[in-house]
T-cell receptor, first 116, second 116 residues
Framework: GAVVSQHPSWVICKSGTSVKIECRSL??????MFWYRQFPKQSLMLMAT?????????EQGVEKDKFLINHASLTLSTLTVTSAHPEDSSFYIC????????????FGSGTRLTVV | GENVEQHPSTLSVQEGDSAVIKCTYS??????FPWYKQELGKGPQLIID?????GEKKDQRIAVTLNKTAKHFSLHITETQPEDSAVYFC???????????????FGTGTKLQVIP
């Protein structure tokens, strides 16, 4: 089955620094990847959608200059949280699909970001 | 855009009993309805999905029903076990549009507790 690997699983960083999270599709080519943010006891909120080789589409209210998304290949997308602040602390989850979602959406295991 | 409502928010059942979680959606164009199980600190795992051309789907103890006219779909878990305890999310998507992609919109989640 489709497998999505997300790394790191957790990270602690100092306020003002940047953090990069990687999302890889291991056994399929992900034409589209999604990045979500989840606060404790809440649902997943879509941050942005990226197609390989093109700019990401951000949801309303998500700062594109703060949350940089790169989808340089069909198997890798990265989310960089720039100049992180404590309020950016959250659980970030990626999802990948191919061919317009015809094969469903596979989620990574998530990254717990704590900004101190 | 799509709006997915999910009920109940919490559900406690005795081991061996059945659990039912219900969702409604607003966009009649949605045609793919996955259900995810999320354990603490992990990413969502697909447990079953249904497409709009099917009214019911079953996989061992798990079943999903879809009523397109009423725009609602339900998850049924029979013979519940303690390991079924988790948060369950329903979702809706126009995921099988040819060529492009569609966003997945999540419900608010149901915390299921199976009491031994």
């Amino acid at each position: 089955g489709a497998v999505v690997s997300q790394h790191p699983s957790w990270v602690i960083c100092k306020s003002g620094t940047s953090v990069k999270i990687e999302c890889r599709s291991l056994d399929f080519q992900a034409t589209t990847m999604f990045w979500y943010r989840q606060f404790p006891k809440q649902s997943l909120m879509l941050m942005a959608t990226s197609n390989e080789g093109s700019k990401a589409t951000y949801e309303q209210g998500v700062e594109k200059d703060k949350f940089l998304i790169n989808h340089a290949s069909l198997t890798l997308s990265t989310l960089t949280v720039t100049s992180a602040h404590p309020e950016d602390s959250s659980f970030y989850i990626c999802s990948a699909t191919r061919l317009g979602g015809a094969f469903g959406y596979t989620f990574g295991s998530g990254t717990r970001l704590t900004v101190v | 855009g799509e709006n997915v409502e999910q009920h109940p928010s919490t559900l406690s059942v005795q081991e061996g009993d059945s659990a039912v979680i219900k969702c409604t959606y607003s966009d009649s164009a949605s045609n793919y309805f996955p259900w995810y199980k999320q354990e603490l600190g992990k990413g969502p795992q697909l447990i079953i999905d249904i497409r709009s051309n099917v009214g019911e789907k079953k996989d061992q103890r798990i079943a999903v029903t879809l009523n397109k006219t009423a725009k609602h779909f339900s998850l049924h878990i029979t013979e519940t076990q303690p390991e079924d305890s988790a948060v369950y999310f329903c979702a809706a998507s126009g995921g099988i549009a040819s060529g492009g992609y569609q966003k997945v919109t999540f419900g608010t989640g149901t915390k299921l507790q199976v009491i031994p």
